[in-house]
């Protein structure tokens, strides 16, 4: 039955798993098939033609696995390849993680002076700023490129000094902007959240669009009448599956320390045969 | 005639860069066809069957180019892939940065206490180790992955406090074990030399692979006869033409800023199909 499949999201590699984890704690009756591209990661740095081949190569693997939904958790692959990804998709709905953010910015803000974090492609992009004044068209947006927060994610620095002194660099240029919200527009930021609220004080709301992208899907599943509302047997087996187009062991590492279940294993698919 | 044919030299993505300008000074009389593998950089967070797969389309596409030579500029695919690349490389000579690195730090090394930085797969594949006992069995060889570097480099953060920092934290275990040369076993590295040779003083004898590399050529070309020795004529083309899988722009702006030529264009080749 139609409600009892899995939703597919997507990511360049690991961070996408921060999205996993607000769907798992928003919605633990789904089942998710996650796949992260490990083999071509990051997404950030390269081309939109290049995000847009490799998205559609990511939707058509989805569809071989019976899913019900598509959440696109990579800001750089919702910012740049949103029309191929639903072109890709066929009828399936597919929600990324861009939209909600800025929704969620626009309420978030008093003085309509927003600022977002992101990839260098994401950034080059304006999605966010489009976004926003779509909803909102006082606001304005100010965009920062942080190239370096994911390399130090990825490395384990994230309690420390050398993480604090690159954040502050990075955001410097937002805060004299007296911006009142904060967009943590890479899927990886959200690991950074508490040293990024320490660094910029109580007075900036910072939006995780992970976190509203997991309420956007539960109201667009139950509006679709496609949400999952037969709780799962003992019996049944374990609700979600991880692929990866590389490095299984790393990721199953890594998405251990970041999901609130057990990874067990993650297995490999040859991507570009999609 | 086989003497005229172009070198090609690859690298996962710009870092390359740092052999080619190697090549162009000490072999002047030389053509280069370079491929940077820019979708899928970088390689050094990837697993070994990854780099050997991509490395193999590169030397399958490096040959529709009638070259006379392949220069792996990539310590990652060196590492990891040699005997792929030289057996899809079929006859042509192919040299890799690692044997002509390793060489020169034995030579440079009174004490024999030897250190390493690269990506993390280099480190982890443990060829240099292997090389420099190969030649030196008193050897002691300590490796550190610094996977910092290369975004650091590329952010343009060269001369900077926050390199600074992120540099003596990698070099600080070294400097522990008492080296006396520390090979520089990523070509990002090279770039940041002279902060290196700041950090740590000048006891330590730095090992640029890139530079002995060239120099192995060199010997090789004239060992096989393939050296070219006619000087080009003033109406001849443009002797240096460079490849890549994405982002051609950035990557010639990166190129002007390395190089001691001219890079006019650099041109997109759809790399997964070779």
Same mark, same amino acid.
């Given at each position: 039955?139609?409600?009892?499949?899995?939703?597919?999201?997507?990511?360049?590699?690991?961070?996408?798993?921060?999205?996993? /984890? =607000?769907?798992?704690?928003? %919605? #633990?009756?789904?089942?998710? @098939?996650?796949? *992260?591209?490990? &083999?071509?990661?990051?997404?950030?740095?390269?081309?939109?033609?290049?995000?847009?081949?490799?998205?559609?190569?990511?939707?058509?693997?989805?569809?071989?696995?019976?899913?019900?939904?598509?959440?696109?958790?990579?800001?750089?692959?919702?910012?740049?390849?949103?029309?191929?990804? /639903? =072109?890709?998709?066929?009828? %399936? #709905?597919?929600?990324?993680? @861009?939209?909600? *953010?800025?929704? &969620?910015?626009?309420?978030?803000?008093?003085?309509?002076?927003?600022?977002?974090?992101?990839?260098?492609?994401?950034?080059?992009?304006?999605?966010?700023?489009?976004?926003?004044?779509?909803?909102?068209?006082?606001?304005?947006?100010?965009?920062?490129?942080?190239?370096?927060?994911?390399?130090?994610?990825?490395?384990?620095?994230?309690?420390?000094?050398?993480?604090?002194?690159?954040?502050?660099?990075?955001?410097?240029?937002?805060?004299?902007?007296?911006?009142?919200?904060?967009?943590?527009?890479?899927?990886?930021?959200?690991?950074?959240?508490?040293?990024?609220?320490?660094?910029?004080?109580?007075?900036?709301?910072?939006?995780?669009?992970?976190?509203?992208?997991?309420?956007?899907?539960?109201?667009?599943?139950?509006?679709?009448?496609?949400?999952?509302?037969?709780?799962?047997?003992?019996?049944?087996?374990?609700?979600?599956?991880?692929?990866?187009?590389?490095?299984?062991?790393?990721?199953?590492?890594?998405?251990?320390?970041?999901?609130?279940?057990?990874?067990?294993?993650?297995?490999?698919?040859?991507?570009?045969?999609?």
């Amino acid at each position: 039955m139609l409600k009892s499949l899995p939703i597919g999201v997507f990511d360049s590699g690991l961070g996408g798993l921060t999205v996993a /984890r =607000e769907i798992m704690r928003n %919605l #633990p009756m789904e089942k998710i @098939v996650y796949f *992260g591209d490990t &083999a071509r990661v990051p997404y950030g740095s390269k081309s939109g033609q290049t995000i847009k081949r490799y998205s559609r190569q990511i939707v058509r693997f989805l569809k071989t696995q019976e899913i019900k939904a598509i959440v696109v958790a990579c800001n750089t692959a919702t910012a740049l390849a949103m029309d191929e990804i /639903r =072109e890709e998709a066929g009828g %399936l #709905p597919v929600i990324g993680v @861009v939209e909600p *953010g800025a929704r &969620a910015a626009c309420e978030a803000s008093k003085s309509g002076r927003i600022g977002v974090i992101a990839t260098r492609a994401t950034i080059g992009s304006h999605v966010y700023s489009e976004a926003i004044q779509g909803i909102r068209s006082d606001a304005s947006v100010i965009g920062k490129a942080c190239p370096l927060l994911v390399p130090l994610v990825e490395e384990g620095w994230i309690h420390d000094k050398i993480t604090d002194e690159i954040l502050l660099r990075y955001l410097d240029e937002l805060l004299e902007h007296d911006i009142d919200a904060l967009i943590l527009g890479c899927t990886h930021y959200p690991l950074l959240r508490s040293e990024i609220r320490r660094l910029i004080g109580d007075g900036i709301r910072l939006v995780n669009p992970a976190y509203e992208t997991a309420s956007e899907l539960k109201r667009l599943l139950k509006e679709q009448g496609l949400d999952n509302d037969k709780l799962r047997d003992a019996g049944e087996p374990y609700p979600y599956r991880f692929y990866v187009s590389d490095e299984a062991e790393r990721f199953a590492g890594f998405a251990n320390s970041v999901l609130p279940v057990d990874v067990k294993n993650a297995r490999i698919v040859p991507i570009e045969e999609f």
